[in-house]
């Protein structure tokens, strides 16, 4: 009994000892400081070879910091992770990027401006330019700060690295709009707690990124009509997606009903997906695909 005791206080013990380790890793990378903005949108004006803007850099620490800043380019894959360049790739852009400072001391509790300056030539096309400020301590390799970017990356673009952070860019040099095209949209579907599957490629063959937020309604279908929504349901955890120029964005979802709607009973049903750009640049985007629940 005395020993069956002492395993049952030992339990709570171990939990508490895994939930420490657990905890740890967490507690190790809090960043002691912060970066804004995390994303910009930047466009050249007319007549002008030069964007000028800046990053403010707070200090959380009780101690004085060395941080360190580093450039880099990046894009996305046809999944919509992103990736970076090796910095040897479109060198003549960060080339042609000035930063200011490139190192620097932040006192405990302050604040700190970092200025940076693109020149956009006219050697350098009309488009639409990608770039990243990684800023991290001087404590950290650069090679700790590009693994914890791999690892905590989403197409957010918007980024919290655990002990860095950084500010992804947008840079536009010209008259530039996105063009989005539903090239392949199918459904299907399959018993189980999430029952909608979806399958989409976007196709951007216009000279600007789109930010979209999708949704898909199910409509009923009696003979050719098709009538009034039962379901409203969001893709892509209601966040944004994003769809470059020249490259597809390859999605696929499995959805649950949202029991506050109707759930649709056995019969021939019509999905609607509808795109909507976040920047009002794009117009409206539709698909629809068949779909039957037996």
Known sequence: MFAKGKRALRQPVQFICLLCLLLMPVIAIAAPFKLSPL???????????????????????????RLVVEPRLWSV???????????????????????????????????????????????????????????????????????????????????????????TMYLYKGNLSPNVKVSQFQCQYVPGPEPLRVAL?????????????????????????????????????????????????????????DPKQVIPAPGKYQLELRLLDFHDIQPAVTATCDIAIP
Request: net charge neutral; no cysteine; proline share 6%.
């Open 39 to 65: 994303r910009m949108e930047l466009t050249l004006p007319p007549e002008k070879t030069t964007l000028l803007s800046t990053l403010t850099v707070e200090s959380l620490s009780s101690e004085t910091l």
């Open 77 to 167: 894959k046809e999944d919509g992770s992103l990736y970076y360049n090796n910095l040897t790739e479109g060198a003549n852009l960060l080339d042609k990027l000035k930063v200011n400072p490139k190192e620097f001391e932040l006192l405990p509790g302050k604040t700190r401006l970092i200025r940076f300056a693109i020149k956009l030539t006219d050697d350098i096309p009309d488009g639409e330019y990608h770039l990243q400020l990684l800023v991290r301590p001087a404590s950290a390799s650069i090679q700790e700060a590009y693994e914890h970017m791999n690892l905590k990356t989403s197409h957010r673009l918007g980024l919290y690295l655990g002990y860095a952070y950084a500010t």
């Open 201 to 257: 490629v976007l196709e951007n063959t216009g000279t600007r990124h789109a930010r979209l937020k999708a949704k898909a309604l199910l409509n009923p279908v009696n003979g050719s009509v098709t009538g009034e929504p039962l379901q409203a349901l969001t893709l892509h955890n209601n966040k944004n997606l994003v769809v470059l120029p020249n490259i597809p964005l390859r999605k696929s979802e499995a959805l649950s009903w």
